[in-house]
């Protein structure tokens, strides 16, 4: 069955949960509660969630690993190495009037579920911010993008090797990302990333790992999980305008210019974190053209890891998201591709720690040709 790996208390939390009583607010969202259970255990809970499992739950923040039932697993979206497991952390308080609150944070992005047990032991769960779909399966990701540094977690998986024999396929359409997949921007987002968090107090090594793929809110609530989402947005704006003045050293990866020029008339997307003007100062700035069809920031509610992004996009070209073929460089982006139920590309030097179906330096190892029905012939290095 599924396997849970338990972790002691974090010594450095997720958040001081001082402000815990800010974030109960449940959304207008379904949450599977048929099952739900939440019992005394020693100096905690043991909370049972549908789909999920147990979790043991205690007083201070402890992380928990679940990996899927084979059934899950057999049945997952996308082809190769599936989104499987859950990378969750509990924490718990018993209250003044006899109720207990739990916090299920995901570990992987911003999603939050918030789980009450009043005094005459009515349960009552939600979610803070619920994923695209409103259930646990959509947060699944590959083990490798749990975070390395937590010793509890399972061994990192082999590694993806890059394509060598050129591999042929078929797709509906094309959905690429920008930074890291066509234009290289990695040292004006790493700057304004790093003194950004020497200003709050972050260490920047924590930020760098978790901001690719994500829109800056996302990361900001991550980081500063206690703060009010109005100042993350309103700081992310602040960001945003830096990163978009800031385009010196914006320069194409290997192979983009080509790739965008044969994709020409065939459906294809961009599917970016960036607001609409980043994407466009820095498409501009690298001399890429801008695709017809683009997802960026003001168009999804929720940022990758959640498939929301690369869902949209499939709608909006008319074909079926199953159909599709991501391509992405960052672990977040990869696991949303997979999550959408589609294939995807991993390039550079960091994909692999996404597990992509293929895996390719540049973009110079991936061409493309018009097929049949209009449809995209793609070869994989």
Do not use: Y
């Amino acid at each position: 069955m599924r396997r849970l790996n338990g972790a002691p208390a974090l010594s450095a939390p997720h958040d001081t949960w001082d402000a815990r009583d800010l974030l109960t607010i449940m959304a207008e969202a379904p949450f599977d509660a048929a099952g739900l259970a939440l019992v005394d255990a020693g100096d905690g809970w043991t909370l049972t969630l549908p789909t999920v499992g147990e979790l043991p739950v205690g007083t201070a923040w402890q992380e928990v690993a679940v990996d899927a039932d084979a059934d899950v697993v057999a049945g997952a979206p996308g082809v190769g190495d599936p989104a499987t497991r859950l990378a969750l952390a509990t924490r718990g308080e018993a209250r003044g009037d006899g109720s207990v609150l739990v916090h299920v944070v995901d570990t992987t992005s911003p999603h939050r579920a918030i789980v009450v047990r009043e005094a005459d032991g009515t349960l009552r769960a939600g979610w803070h911010l619920p994923p695209l779909g409103g259930g646990w399966a959509a947060l699944r990701v590959p083990a490798s993008v749990i975070a390395a540094d937590d010793a509890n977690t399972a061994a990192a998986p082999a590694e993806t090797p890059v394509t060598t024999a050129p591999v042929t396929t078929e797709t509906a359409a094309l959905l690429l990302d920008m930074d890291g997949t066509l234009v290289d921007s990695h040292a004006v987002v790493e700057r304004l990333w790093t003194e950004w968090s020497l200003a709050h107090g972050v260490d920047p090594a924590r930020t760098l790992a978790i901001i690719h793929g994500r829109q800056g809110q996302d990361s900001m609530a991550l980081l500063l999980p206690d703060r009010p989402h109005e100042e993350n947005l309103a700081e992310n704006r602040e960001l945003l305008a830096a990163e978009t003045a800031q385009t010196d050293g914006v320069v194409a990866i290997a192979g983009a210019a080509r790739l965008l020029a044969d994709l020409r008339g065939l459906p294809h997307a961009l599917v970016t974190s960036a607001s609409r003007d980043l994407a466009h100062a820095r498409m501009d700035a690298a001399g890429l053209p801008m695709p017809g069809s683009a997802v960026t920031a003001e168009d999804v509610a929720r940022s990758k890891p959640d498939a929301e992004g690369f869902v949209a996009a499939a709608r909006a070209l008319g074909v079926d998201p199953a159909d599709c073929i991501v391509v992405e460089d960052s672990a977040n982006g990869i696991a949303a591709g997979l999550a959408a139920g589609m294939r995807v590309i991993g390039v550079g030097p960091h994909a692999a720690e996404g597990e992509p179906t293929w895996l390719v330096t540049d973009a110079s190892g991936i061409h493309v040709a018009p097929a049949a029905d209009g449809r995209i012939a793609v070869t994989i290095g």
